[in-house]
């Protein structure tokens, strides 16, 4: 299948990605922080980035990893995105794999991406366990207004390969969509938009962050 990508870095394949010079970055899923470090990579200059993980742990991992960035530059929640600012339920059985469930034990807070940031976003990324629906309901306004580089998962959920992008291309006119699979299992199928207006920005592919950490965060997590 020309989609199947194994080798291409997952939110970021080359053969079509575009960056905004001076972005504004959404991660939504952020897990330990290693996505953020890799936009940062293709955006040295990035303006901030806000950063969403649920789960305690991980969101303690993913403060001490982004610490390497200027406290300006980075805004981390711990809540999970939604359709509606309050609270859910988080089963936190499998680390990396959590989610909303009604019989979860760790109660965490939603927020709405349209109310959390004030600010125009130029990249969404959304890795957030079958809730990806209901976070694009609540992150409508940014999408329609922004136009921002979309990289979605569509494979928590049976309907999200097929929902998702519809979803996505009713709300998105004049974009690029691309689908790309990124492992040889039914793991990390990826539907990205890419707005036609948006410029090839000169950033060179191999600007890397300025740290082992981040290197090494990136290269362990990304690969």
Do not use: W
Not at 152 to 165: E, G, K, T, W
Not at 183 to 197: A, D, K, S
């Amino acid at each position: 299948m020309s989609a199947f990508c194994a080798g291409e870095r997952q939110y970021f394949d080359p053969s079509f990605m575009l960056y905004k010079s001076n972005g504004v970055f959404v991660d939504c899923g952020a897990l330990n922080g290693a996505t953020t470090l890799e936009y940062s990579r293709h955006v040295p200059d990035f303006k901030c980035a806000y950063v969403y993980e649920p789960m305690p742990q991980m969101y303690e991992i993913c403060v001490k990893n982004l610490a390497v960035f200027d406290s300006s530059r980075i805004v981390v929640r711990k809540a999970a995105v939604s359709d509606c600012n309050g609270k859910t339920y988080f089963d936190p059985f499998i680390e990396g794999s959590s989610h909303i469930s009604e019989a979860g034990s760790i109660e965490v807070p939603t927020i709405r991406l349209d109310d959390d940031i004030l600010e125009s976003v130029d990249f969404i990324k959304m890795d957030i366990e079958g809730a990806e629906q209901v976070a694009i309901d609540g992150a409508q306004k940014h999408i329609r207004e922004d136009r921002p580089v979309l990289a979605i998962s569509v494979y928590h959920l049976p309907a999200d390969l097929r929902l998702i992008p519809l979803m996505l291309i009713r709300m998105c006119p004049n974009y690029k969509f691309y689908l790309r699979h990124h492992m040889p299992n039914t793991n990390e199928t990826i539907f990205y938009g890419i707005p036609c207006e948006l410029d090839k920005q000169v950033i060179s592919s191999n600007s890397v962050c300025r740290t082992e950490l981040s290197d090494l965060l990136v290269d362990e997590y990304m690969k």
